[in-house]
């Protein structure tokens, strides 16, 4: 399929584009599977209590069984004392598997996703960035000029050394390139936006 292509002054043209990324099918379960998946593996799981086998300590039972008029009692590392293990508490990191995700998923998650940002009109596509953009102000009038100011900017390396200092201290912008990018960072930002080149990259990955 054809789609359009925009120079900065605002030209257009045309540039051919595979369907089964931009215009496939959406499988919005898959989606809401692998973002949750993903969501789940940002999580960060520092808290980390002891449990009643990692304290340090005696063994030995603390009294005897029987003929002390007190409750039975084995150890002083029991989560009822103080000082003792604590029962059910987080468990750390290390205690919780990371979900994974195969390639096939990723790809498919990725092709439903920038399918449906084309067809509500938030995908746009560049020429690649042939000159260098130094000032912040300049390249926020072009955000500006196409309405592109909540938008994940996925740029060819060439296009990215270009624009990526100039980019990087304006809010709701992502500049990344074709190998750092998600689901969840299409999902966050509004639009999308590619370079020629970057489409070509995105394409190779997916032949």
């Known amino acids: ?25 959406i499988n919005k379960k898959l989606v809401t599977s692998v973002l949750y998946k993903t969501n789940a593996n940002y999580k960060g799981r520092h808290a ?6 990692e304290i340090a300590g005696s ?3 603390i009294y005897a069984q ?6 039975r009692h084995a150890s002083r590392k029991a989560p009822i004392f103080v000082g003792g293990g604590v029962a059910h508490g987080p468990k750390g990191e290390l205690a919780y ?13 990725i092709a439903s996703l920038i399918t449906e940002k084309n067809k509500l009109k938030n995908l746009l596509i560049f020429n690649d ?39 990087k201290n304006i809010p709701n912008v992502k500049v990344t390139d074709v190998n750092h990018f998600s689901a969840f960072d299409i999902v966050k930002f509004k639009k999308i936006v590619f370079t020629e080149s970057s489409i070509k990259e995105l394409e190779k990955r997916y032949s």
């Open 59 to 61: 063994t030995s039972k």
């Open 129 to 167: 960035f042939t000159t260098e953009i130094k000032k912040t102000k300049e390249m926020h009038s072009i955000i500006k000029k196409f309405e592109i100011t909540n938008s994940l900017i996925i740029l060819d390396k060439a296009s990215k050394e270009k624009i990526e200092k100039s980019a």
């Open 48 to 53: 980390k209590t002891k449990q009643q086998n």
């Open 66 to 71: 029987k003929g002390t008029g007190n409750a």
């Open 1 to 25: 399929m054809k789609i359009d292509k925009l120079n900065l002054s605002g030209k257009k043209d045309s540039i051919e584009v595979l369907d089964r990324i931009f215009s496939g099918k």
């Open 97 to 109: 598997k990371k979900r994974k995700l195969n390639k096939s998923e990723k790809k498919l998650s």
